[in-house]
């Protein structure tokens, strides 16, 4: 079942690139909620294996959420004229972002000095930042920094939970998921292009997969 489920996610990702280089929005509605029912639907399958352990039930429901609410925030980001709706993606994905560090903190943090991430993440939230400011409009001058502050909390709480094992999939996973936002960020503000996608989407599909995987790894159970 995991290897068909990856098997949609790859055919509809292919497909979603085959529609950005063509500058087809169309059979995006179709390929790209496709491609992320994947990673929902192991993550709802995988929920149902670890039911039986309090901690990892609430860490599996978090990351339900999370998926879903990732799921939502790509039909979102599907229209490509209208800042509306790229606000509201930003939204969900904003969510989705906390949903993951709930999961990250559910799991508690197995060695305090896991969280020399803390600074580093922060200079590179300046970084960024002080790359988009003069690109943002003042729609984005409160949403983006919002945005940043939250994926770069969550990613420092998946590094802090990541000392355990088969946590390697939690720091790896918000890692791809945290470049594949700059990689968003890049083309809606910086240079639009298919190159963008063409990274930043193999890297946000890889980081999903990796954190609905990690609900096994992390429970010590077989991928079936």
């Known amino acids: 079942m995991t290897w068909i489920l990856i098997g949609i ?12 280089r063509t500058g087809r929005q ?13 990673f929902v639907a192991f993550a709802l399958i995988a929920t ?12 599996a ?27 509201l993606g930003l939204v969900s994905f ?9 999961a990250f ?19 590179v939230a300046a970084v960024v930042l002080g790359w988009l400011w003069p690109r943002l409009d003042r729609r984005f001058r409160i949403a983006v920094p919002t945005y940043m502050a939250v994926i770069s909390t969550m990613l420092a709480g998946a590094v802090a939970a990541s000392p355990r094992p088969g946590g390697w999939m939690i720091g790896a996973g918000a890692g791809l998921f945290y470049l594949s936002d ?8 910086v240079s639009p292009g298919f190159v963008n996608r063409a990274v930043g989407l193999p890297l ?12 096994l790894t992390v429970a010590g159970r077989a991928l079936a």
């Open 94 to 102: 904003l969510l989705a972002h906390v949903a993951y560090a709930g």
């Open 182 to 189: 700059l990689f968003v960020a890049r083309n809606r503000f």
């Open 9 to 20: 996610t790859l055919a509809g990702l292919v497909a979603v690139l085959a529609a950005e």
């Open 105 to 123: 903190l559910t799991l508690g943090v197995p060695d305090a000095r896991a969280w020399w991430i803390v600074l580093p993440l922060a200079v």
């Open 26 to 38: 169309g059979p995006q509605w179709v390929a790209k909620p496709l491609a992320s029912a994947g």
């Open 204 to 215: 946000y599909y890889a980081g999903q997969w990796l954190l609905v995987l990690s609900i």
């Open 48 to 59: 149902t294996r670890v039911a039986d352990d309090p901690i990892l039930a609430g860490y």
């Open 61 to 87: 429901g978090w990351i339900v959420a999370g998926t879903v609410l990732s799921w939502a925030g790509d039909l979102l980001l599907i229209p490509k004229k209208t800042s509306r709706a790229f606000l």
